[in-house]
C-alpha cells in the first residue's frame, strides 16, 4: 500500500545538501497550475511557451548533468527538469505583465463566433459559452462561466483593456461585454 501512495517517490522527502529538491517539482507543478487558470487571458503562443519550458529544461540538464547521474534516478532527473521547465514558462509570462511599462489601451473588438462547450464538471454540468475574437491579429477562445450565458449571447462586441507586455507578447487585462 505504502508504494501505491508514494508513487514515483514524489512524497518522499529528499535532500541534498541541505536542500529539499521535490519543492522545485511541486512549486513547477504549482506554476503550470496557474498558468493553466489564467490561459483565458494568455496571448502567448502555445509553441513559444512550449520553447521556453524546454529550452529551460535542457539548459538545466546539460549544467547539472554530471549531478543528476550520480544522485538521482533518471526518471527523477527528467520530472525534475520538466517542472523547472514549468517555473520558466511561469517566469516568463509573469514577467512580461509586470516589467511592461506601456500603458493599457482599450478596444472594442466584435465577437467572431460563441460556440457552447460542457465544463466536465460532475453533478454540476452545464454548458458554458466560449467566445472566439481577433487581437492583434491573432484568434483567441475565451471561456466563461455558464453563468454568463445570457450576456455573452446579447452581445455583439467586447471591450478589452491590453499592453504590450515586457518581451513583445500582449497582455490582456480585461475583457467586458458590450451591449449592442
Known sequence: MNKL?????LFKAREKFGLYYQNISLVGLACLGTIYLESNYLLVPL???A???????IVVTVIFIKYYKREFG???????NL?????????????NDILSTKPLSIEIVPIESVKLQDNHQRGNRA???????????RQHKITYHHSTF????????VEITIKEGFWGY??????EFVKS
Open 51 to 57: 520553447l521556453v519550458g524546454v529550452l529551460a529544461s
Open 170 to 175: 500582449w497582455v490582456l487585462k480585461n475583457v
Open 127 to 137: 454548458l458554458e459559452p466560449v467566445i472566439l475574437v481577433t487581437i492583434k491579429n
Open 47 to 49: 509553441k513559444t511557451l
Open 150 to 157: 445570457k450576456r455573452v449571447m446579447q452581445s455583439k462586441n
Open 74 to 80: 533518471i526518471i527523477w532527473a527528467l520530472f525534475h
Open 5 to 9: 501512495v508514494d508513487f514515483m517517490g
Open 83 to 95: 517542472t523547472i521547465g514549468c517555473i520558466a514558462v511561469y517566469l516568463f509570462v509573469f514577467t
